[in-house]
């Protein structure tokens, strides 16, 4: 039997969720014969690959590229996951939408709260920040949502084991308790 093709992606997050990932334990051996991951922050893979089945997105849509990367994913995906808060609605790193443009950001961080040294750092190698943080379900179709912050361990085993299955994940009663 072919391995589900599993792929993990970090966007505007603070990586709490794909921790709550790991916090899968022994339900990561379980599936080990199951699945390939073929992309995520645990492995060094440069390009996000084609016919992936099955994707958790962390976080939310924060600069420009992430908006070429998520329509990426989307393109070479079968099933997209919206993976926790941050993904689901900006959630913490959203905070800064209602200040709008991002120099006023940079501005707070760099100038108003720092002691020593105020200056916006300047790169060309930096991304550009978007006005606001957006939930990645605003850019493109997401399959199913996976809510918490993080979500707890029980709560990604209950949607990746449906998922492994073949089956839609339906989150429900005790499933949506805590995180
Ligand atoms: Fe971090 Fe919470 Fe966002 Fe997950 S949902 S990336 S744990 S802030």
Redesign the pocket.
């Known amino acids: 039997m072919d391995r589900i093709k599993l792929a993990t992606v970090w966007l505007a997050?603070?990586?709490?969720?794909h921790m709550?990932f790991l916090d899968l334990d022994e339900f990561l051996v379980d599936i080990a014969d199951k699945v390939e991951l073929v992309y995520s922050p645990f492995m060094d893979a440069k390009e996000y690959p084609k016919d992936v089945d099955v994707v958790l997105v962390?976080?939310g849509i924060g600069y420009d590229e992430q908006i070429h990367f998520i329509e990426k994913i989307r393109q070479n995906s079968k099933i997209v996951v919206s993976f926790?808060?941050?993904a689901m609605n900006g959630?913490?790193p959203a905070m800064r939408n209602p200040l709008g443009n991002p120099e006023v950001v940079f501005k707070t961080s760099y100038f108003d709260n720092a002691n020593v040294n105020q200056q916006i750092p300047k790169d060309e190698a930096l991304p550009v920040l978007l006005d606001r943080v957006s939930p990645i379900h605003e850019l493109i179709k997401v399959d199913y949502f996976l809510p918490?912050?993080?979500p707890p361990a029980s709560r990604i085993k209950i949607v990746v084991s449906k998922l492994l299955a073949g089956e839609a994940p339906i989150l429900e009663g005790d499933d949506l308790k805590n995180g």
């Open positions: 997050g603070c990586s709490g969720c709550s962390e976080g926790g808060d941050c959630n913490v918490g912050c993080p």
